[in-house]
């Protein structure tokens, strides 16, 4: 906090920063608006979420939570589960947010979470934005593991890998002793897949996909790296691209599709973000793949497969998630993407959930905060007793280079007429004359939200 008491806040959804001391102009809040003065009707500029979702950064100490369990029912220090135990496997946003729904649900349900990680909580949509906005790996954090369990009064168990689950006896085996369990909910997340390379630097590949490898980026910037090669020239790896040549480091894209996005855009939109990134000092490696890495001295030599080699200092990769999905099929449970579930996110066990990346609806993942903030919600109710099934057919998906901001909602089906702007930055998608989709790039992309909320007939779900 600076001398005036000015508070940064970060949206949950998409790592957009509110800085107090700036405002946010364009939507009418004037520098100098205290987080308290926002209207409730504000909407994030980039992802269209709403006051509530504006979490406290940490360089500020954090407001008072209200805890809505019975003061008297502490959660003990080391759980082992119990009949009666909901536990959460995974301390992800999934994770994070079953608890949250069930704890709204459910004041007096033992509740535990058990994840690998640290635990803590952080804006994963953030990471690719976090040099941008002048930010940090620990800036990220928004809440202790230990600190946001107690406010919800659940207990956790952090750095604890679960290895099996006896679904017979309702026991979970961990790295840490056993655990019983009532209901599962498995919100294990993925990573970024393996690729096929050869060579003796392949090990120094940095597959970013949490808080955890990103450190391993910002490391190897602090210590002077100023070459970063990305592999992957989809949504992740755009965001990075723009993300890290803002603070001046020298990006090249290695895609193995002949545009980048491919799988989302239309070509004139996707040859219009490769044309901004390549204005930002982008070098696009387009219709290739990476053969090689090899330790070169003091930097790595990457072999393209058209021959070509580049020079670089870091590599990471963002060339798709694999959702993890070993432990559901160790244990029996039904897996094609992800781990198959019903709209209620229960797998073929009815006493096991699936949520968020490792999850498949109808053989869909919807790798969205707001699609798994929904989710839970279908979660908690099924638990609860008060059903909420999870419906999203055409998720908002917003790619965050704000030299070329885009918005998607794709519909469902293939029924649709295309309707293109004039000036090409704009595609609607009208069946029976009535918009199901849209595709908007640069000031377009400002109008998706409502055009979002026209095409779903459904509010944004908000953070209660
Ligand atoms: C760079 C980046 C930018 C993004 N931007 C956006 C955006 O702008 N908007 C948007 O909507 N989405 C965005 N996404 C996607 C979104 O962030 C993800 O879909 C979401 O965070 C996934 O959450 P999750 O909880 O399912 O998985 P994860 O965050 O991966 O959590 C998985 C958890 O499971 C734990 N775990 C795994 N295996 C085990 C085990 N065996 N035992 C114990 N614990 C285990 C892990 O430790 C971790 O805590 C972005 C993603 C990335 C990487």
């Known amino acids: 906090m600076g001398d005036t008491g000015y508070q940064r806040w970060i949206c949950e959804a998409c790592g957009f920063v509110y800085d107090e001391a700036k405002g946010d102009p364009d939507s009418g809040l004037a520098p100098g608006t205290r987080y308290a003065d926002i ?13 509530s979702d504006l979490r406290l950064l940490r360089d500020t100490p954090a407001p008072a939570r209200s805890v809505t ?22 301390a992800g946003i999934a994770g994070w947010s079953v608890a949250e729904q069930l704890r709204l649900r459910m004041p007096e349900r033992d509740i535990l979470l058990i994840t690998a990680c640290s635990g803590d909580y952080y804006t994963k949509p953030a990471l690719s934005t976090a040099l941008t906005n002048g930010l940090g790996p620990e800036d990220l954090v928004v809440e202790s593991a230990a600190s946001k369990a107690a406010g919800l009064g659940i207990a956790v168990r ?3 890998r679960v290895i099996d689950v006896d679904r017979a006896k309702r026991r979970i085996a961990t790295s840490k002793g056993s655990i019983t369990y009532g209901k599962l909910v498995l919100a294990l997340g993925g990573q970024q897949r393996d690729l096929a390379i050869q060579g003796d630097a392949a090990d120094q590949i940095i597959k970013i996909n949490d808080l955890r490898t990103y450190r391993r980026l910002r490391q190897r910037l602090d210590e002077g790296a100023t070459r970063v090669s990305i592999l992957g020239g989809g949504l992740i790896g755009c965001e990075f691209a723009e993300d890290l040549s803002s603070v001046g480091v020298h990006v090249d894209i290695i895609e193995p599709a002949r545009q980048p996005l491919a799988n989302l855009l239309v070509e004139g939109l996707s040859q219009g973000l490769r044309v901004r990134l390549a204005e930002k000092g982008v070098r696009w490696h387009l219709g290739k793949t ?23 200092d870091v590599i990471i ?38 949520v968020g990346d490792c999850a498949a609806v109808d053989g869909r993942i919807y790798h969205h905060v707001d699609a798994i903030r929904l989710q839970a919600k279908a979660v908690a109710g099924a638990i609860a007793g008060t059903a909420a099934p999870f419906d999203m057919t055409a998720p908002l998906v ?56 026209r095409i779903t007939e459904r509010r944004w779900p908000d953070a209660s």
């Open 69 to 90: 369990r019975s003061p008297s029912r502490r959660a003990p220090v080391t759980c082992r589960g119990g009949d009666d135990h909901v536990v959460i496997i995974g």
């Open 398 to 453: 917003r790619v965050k280079t704000p030299s070329f901001p885009l918005a998607v909602c794709l519909p469902a089906g293939s029924d649709c007429a295309e309707h293109p702007s004039a000036d090409g930055l704009r595609v609607d998608y009208l069946r029976d004359g009535e918009l199901v989709g849209f595709m908007l790039a640069d000031e377009h992309a400002a109008k998706a939200a409502s055009l979002y909320g």
């Open 317 to 354: 990769s963002a060339a798709g998630l694999q959702p993890h999905t070993t432990l559901a099929k160790k244990i029996g449970l039904q897996v094609t993407q992800g781990v198959c579930t019903d709209h209620d996110m229960r797998t073929a066990d009815p006493d096991i959930f699936a």
């Open 158 to 160: 952090t750095r604890t």
């Open 39 to 51: 209207p409730a009707d504000w909407e994030c500029p980039l992802c269209g979420m709403r006051k």
């Open 290 to 312: 990476l053969d090689r890495l090899e330790q070169g001295g003091d930097c790595v030599r990457a072999t393209l497969s058209c021959g070509q080699t580049l020079e670089t």
